[in-house]
């Protein structure tokens, strides 16, 4: 029996290809987002969202453990460093992660991967346990995670049309989007839960004689619980990537892998790019806004500390209404289904962020900033969601993974020279002034998106079948 069926059987016909196609009186959910339609799709998310949940666990709990490790020798520097080791292996690596997305099965790669980082988790537990973790080995892990991300992100980001067909993509990357940022809510709060809780227990043991007294640190038993649980938390996807195998969707045809023998240009997705207007200039518009508005989150607890002149508490206020806007904007976007156009979206993302940043480099008090993070961060997702389905949707299925690893690579050299670039002018010029000119530096990538957009973004009408003989891949 397919895994593909609407809400309600009753009121769903089946199409020519096995799809059940849903009708207006089908459930307000799926009216809203199509891709809730997919039995698969659904059960992905819910997997998806845990472990998401439990990877957002484990960078707060990193991040809290190399202060704590490095607060005598500078710990600003070596979160910075620890953050660049793990962002450098999906610069280098993702053109081959994204070769080999267009080769395997999208499904078991993601599922190696996730399995990869779930031993990865483990390890760091056992390693702050036991009390063996060093900076040195904190850096290798790094480096270790961000290259199973190198191979994870092309294949997830093309995965989602295997899914869930064309026609629904725009809603299931929404609704990914959403996912992701509830994830970055509720993540770093359970990771706080869990480190106050692995801390109570570690104390309590050692109270009661289960462990002699001084051996357990109560902050190093409360970060191996943020690893330990992140493991947990990529059972779920694990199993079901695994055992489930993904149904063929209308539009779509069979998930495109290259034959076994046959060569696979590493370049091809660059070259791709290349020769399409849209798509290049779209990766332009995603470069520029990196290195300018996107980067905005960097200077937030400079703009907490020294504009607001508020504690840790309002920072947290303003990382949670940043949040709480990027959820409504891919909320926005996975209930956008019924948009052909999507150069409104883009164009409305990206002045939405150019607004909204201009606007926190104007407020003098907490709420206001916290309302211009909201629109910001709405802003963010409306822009990043919408350019990735029109890229995705425009090339071939067979090269898919490996342009979305040209997307991967932008994003791994602009969110990283975006931040170091704000920091640095922050230093000469002030917090508020390098937001204002961020903000006003967005409305280029607003004008350039215009003239690459021209009067419509949507899908080209392309063939699911395989490559021709004219089309083989080199």
Known sequence: MSMDRTTDRASAAPTETGVNEPLSNDSILVRWAPALRHDYFRWYLIGHLLSVIGGWMQDAGLRWYVQVLTKEVGSEQWLGITGAMAALPIIIFSPLGGALADRLPKRLLIAATQSADMALAFSLGLLVWFDVLPMAWVLVFAVLHGSFLAFDIPARQSFAIEMVGRSDLMSAIGLNSTIFNLGRLIGPMSAGIAMFAGGVIARQAMDWGVTPPGTMDPTRAGVAACFFLNGFSFLGLILLLIFLPTPAKEGNGPPAVVPRGRSLNLMEGFQTVMARRQSLGLLACLLLFLLAGGSYTTLLPALADYVLQTNERGYSLLLTANGLGSVAGALIVASAHHLRNRRVLIMAGL???????????????????????????????????????????????????????????????????????????????????????????????????????????????????????????P
Do not use: H, K
């Not at 008090?365 to 709405?378: D, E, H, P, R, V």
């Not at 204002?436 to 409305?443: D, F, P, S």
């Open 351 to 473: 002045a939405s962020v150019a607004l909204g940043v201009v606007a926190t480099a104007a407020s003098n008090n907490l709420f206001l900033a916290c309302l211009s993070l909201f629109i910001t961060g709405a802003g963010v997702i409306l822009f990043l969601a919408s350019a990735n389905s029109t890229i995705q949707l425009s090339v071939p299925d067979r090269v898919r993974g490996r342009v979305m690893s040209v997307w991967v690579a932008v994003f791994g050299i602009g969110m990283p020279l975006g931040s170091l670039l704000s920091g640095y002018i922050a230093v000469w010029i002030g917090t508020s002034q390098t937001l204002w000119y961020q903000g006003w530096a967005t409305w280029l990538a607003v004008v350039l998106a215009y003239f690459v957009l021209g009067n419509e973004s949507q899908e080209v009408a392309l063939p699911a079948s395989p490559p021709s003989d004219t089309e083989e891949i």
